[in-house]
């Protein structure tokens, strides 16, 4: 079964505007992390933002903001005021460290597509 | 800091030959992974390793033997490369910070198998 899923393989926003990238999530374990990378088309994978699943708050980074929705297992990415050099993939992903032992894991989402237009 | 080094960048096998990728990070971090990503597929773990002298199977272990001999290195071997192996490997090294948690990653390395 599929841990993170991205619904959205690609997405068009024009400059300046506000965008939010899905992302939902499964696990049954009650610590865990969520996190967001970009990838320009150079291919480093750029971090973004994180959120422990105990954090009370929304995380926020710049202009970037997660809106973490617990029970629906949602942590979507907002991008505030986008601009041409936020064009790229944005990946989803989450680190689970089981409480009925195992080890802890980080898996990715198959990522979604952003490009900004002038 | 260097961060995360792999070597190589780039590399171009025959298939059925065998070659090391080498993953290296100087942050003390208990955790590495080494990625795959593949278009349309986003990336999938390979193997991964919660310690020195520790390893574990993730998604896709197939083909791939992985050694983590001393903390701060972590090797991906192909025995016998296949073209299903062309890819491009991000190796990712992570620890807790009190209560943040860092990621870092490589460069990735393009490996071609003809």
């Known amino acids: 079964a599929q841990k993170i899923t991205q619904t959205q393989p690609g997405m068009f926003v024009q400059e300046k505007e506000a965008v939010t990238l899905d992302c939902t999530y499964d696990?049954?374990?009650?610590?865990?992390?969520l996190f967001w990378y970009k990838q320009p088309s150079s291919g480093e994978m750029i971090f973004l933002i994180y959120q422990g699943s105990y954090d009370e708050q929304n995380a926020t980074e710049g202009r970037y903001s997660l809106n973490f929705q617990k029970a629906r297992k949602s942590a979507n990415l907002v991008i505030s005021a986008s601009q041409l050099g936020d064009s790229a993939m944005y990946f989803c992903a989450m680190r689970e460290t089981p409480s009925q032992g195992g080890s802890e894991k980080l898996v990715f989402g198959k990522g979604t597509k952003l490009t900004v237009n002038p | 800091n260097a961060g995360v080094t792999q070597t190589p960048k780039f590399r171009v096998l025959k298939t059925g030959q065998s070659m090391t990728l080498l993953c290296a990070q100087d942050m003390n971090h208990e955790y590495m992974y080494w990625y795959r990503q593949d278009p349309g597929m986003g990336l999938r773990l390979i193997h991964y390793?919660?310690?020195?002298?520790?390893?574990a199977k993730g998604e896709v272990p197939d083909g791939y033997n992985v050694s983590r001999l001393k903390k701060q290195n972590f090797l991906l071997g192909l025995e016998s490369a296949a073209p299903s192996q062309t890819s491009v490997y991000f190796c990712?090294?992570?620890?807790?910070?009190?209560?943040?948690?860092?990621?870092?990653f490589g460069s990735g390395t393009r490996l071609t198998v003809v």
């Open positions: 390793s919660v310690g020195e002298g520790t390893t």
């Open positions: 990712a090294s992570s620890k807790f910070y009190g209560a943040r948690w860092r990621l870092a």
């Open positions: 696990t049954s374990d009650q610590s865990y992390g």
